[in-house]
C-alpha cells in the first residue's frame, strides 16, 4: 500500500508515534495528521403519537429506517445542518425546539447529536439519499437503522421524549 502524502508540502508521510498515538507526520514540514470525528445532526420530530422516519436510499444501513440526519458541512453550525438535512431528506421544514443529547459512534468515530424537531410547514416527501419519508404510529414501527434511532425511537417508546 502506498503512503499517503502530506496535506501541506505534498512529501509522503511516515506514520510515527506523536501525542501518545501512532500518526501520519510529515518529515519534511513536521505536519501531524490526526483522524478526528465527523459531526452528524439527527432531528426526532412527531406529531401527536407518531414519529417521523426515513427510509435509507444509500448504503450504510440501506434499506432501514432512521430519523432524518446528516454530516454537518464545514463552516455550518449544527442546528443548520439538521435543519437542511430535515429539509433535503423529507421535504419539511421543523423548527428545532431543544438538543436531545449527544453521543459517539466509536466504531465510525461519529459525533451524533440529536435534536428535537417541531414541524412548522412543508410537504413530505423523500429526497436526497432517501427512498421514502414517513411517520409511523407506535404499533407499526420498522426495522430502524442505526444506534442513535434505536436508542431515541426507545425512548420516545417509553415515555422519556
Known sequence: MEKPFCPRCGDRVAMLVRYGSLRPVCPACGFVQ????????????????????????????????ALA???????????????????EETGLDIVIERMLGLSFNAADKVIVILYQGRFVGGTLAGGDDVEEARWFSRDELPELAFESTRNAVRDWLEGRL
Open 34 to 65: 490526526f483522524a478526528n470525528p465527523r459531526v452528524a445532526a439527527v432531528v426526532f420530530v412527531t406529531d401527536g403519537d407518531r414519529v417521523l422516519l426515513v427510509k435509507r436510499g444509500v448504503p450504510p444501513e440501506q434499506g432501514r429506517w
Open 69 to 87: 440526519a446528516g454530516f454537518v458541512e464545514f463552516g455550518e453550525p449544527p442546528e443548520a445542518a439538521a435543519l437542511r438535512e430535515m429539509k
